[in-house]
Nanobody, 123 residues
């Protein structure tokens, strides 16, 4: 079983920055969480992948956040971070941390999930 605890988020101004983090606890050691990352879901929209990173440092970003968001990871702590710069009102959503054995499964949503953290960006 994988438990994910998110922190950070809240309110931000357009053009500002926020940082969110997510710590994973794996209670069954045979479970792999090589890929960790973030999805988001805005009201009335489908959940979308924002960014993902592997334990080896390979990253994938949604086109909408490239150049603005940076995902990083501390493997020793099983923690993933996302620095969000140049915020836009359209970044407003609930951000969910996810963990999966690989990026492929992460991208299609076959992952363990955190409870989500609300991020609201005001103009």
């Amino acid at each position: 079983q994988v438990q994910l605890v998110e922190s950070g988020g809240g309110w931000g101004q357009e053009g500002g920055e926020l940082r969110i983090s997510c710590a994973a606890s794996v209670t069954i050691f045979s479970i792999s969480i090589d890929a960790m990352g973030w999805f988001r879901q805005a009201p009335g929209k489908q959940r979308e992948l924002v960014a993902v990173i592997t334990s080896g440092g390979t990253t994938n970003y949604a086109d909408s956040v490239k150049g603005r968001f940076t995902i990083s990871r501390d493997n020793a702590k099983n923690t993933v971070y996302m620095q969000m710069n140049s915020l836009k009102p359209e970044d407003t959503a609930v951000y969910y941390c996810g963990a999966a054995p690989d990026i492929a499964r992460m991208k299609i949503g076959l992952a363990s999930w955190g409870q989500g953290t609300q991020i609201t960006v005001s103009s």
